[in-house]
């Protein structure tokens, strides 16, 4: 009994943690979703927000203001963008779950991210790419990766 209870942490913990992407290896994948000049913002731009939202890992989940949370590897919040079952009035304007932004499979985060960057407010919707990106070279999020 005491060998599964650890097996059974042992799990919980490695599922809990996600997929933390590398570096080059996100770079490749968001190349592959057409993330590259997708609403006129570059891959660095993505890489660079990415970086400074999640640190790369799609399992980041933050709870803001006791209103609301934000989801995944971009960081998605769930009073605006996704539904996670919690939230008041929650807008879901990707019309998806906000679990399905914490998949390792990144698709649906990146369409969702898509549909955020095409609103008015763009890519400045995100505070860290305000904070961290915007105006500044961001050559290192992409190179030596081959995209």
């Known amino acids: 009994m005491k060998v599964l209870l650890i097996l059974g942490f042992l799990f919980l913990s490695v599922t809990v943690q996600g997929k933390v992407f590398k570096r080059c290896e996100?770079?490749?994948?968001?190349?592959?979703?057409?993330?590259?000049?997708?609403?006129?913002?570059?891959?660095?731009?993505?890489?660079?927000?990415?970086?400074?939202?999640?640190?790369?890992?799609?399992?980041?989940?933050?709870?803001?203001?006791?209103?609301?949370?934000?989801?995944?590897?971009?960081?998605?919040n769930s009073h605006y963008w996704c539904n996670d079952g919690k939230t008041p009035r929650s807008r879901n304007a990707c019309r998806v779950s906000c679990n399905a932004l914490l998949k390792d499979d990144i698709t649906q985060a990146v369409a969702c991210a898509k549909e955020v960057v095409s609103r008015p407010q763009g890519i400045k919707g995100w505070v860290a790419w305000r904070n961290r990106c915007e105006n500044r070279d961001l050559t290192q999020y992409v190179q030596g990766c081959g995209v």
Not at 29 to 53: F, P
Not at 58 to 71: D, E, F, L, P
């Open 26 to 76: 996100l770079a490749k994948r968001l190349k592959e979703l057409r993330m590259d000049g997708y609403e006129g913002i570059s891959l660095a731009n993505w890489m660079c927000l990415i970086k400074w939202e999640s640190s790369y890992n799609t399992q980041v989940k933050k709870h803001i203001r006791g209103k609301s949370s934000n989801y995944g590897i971009f960081q998605i």
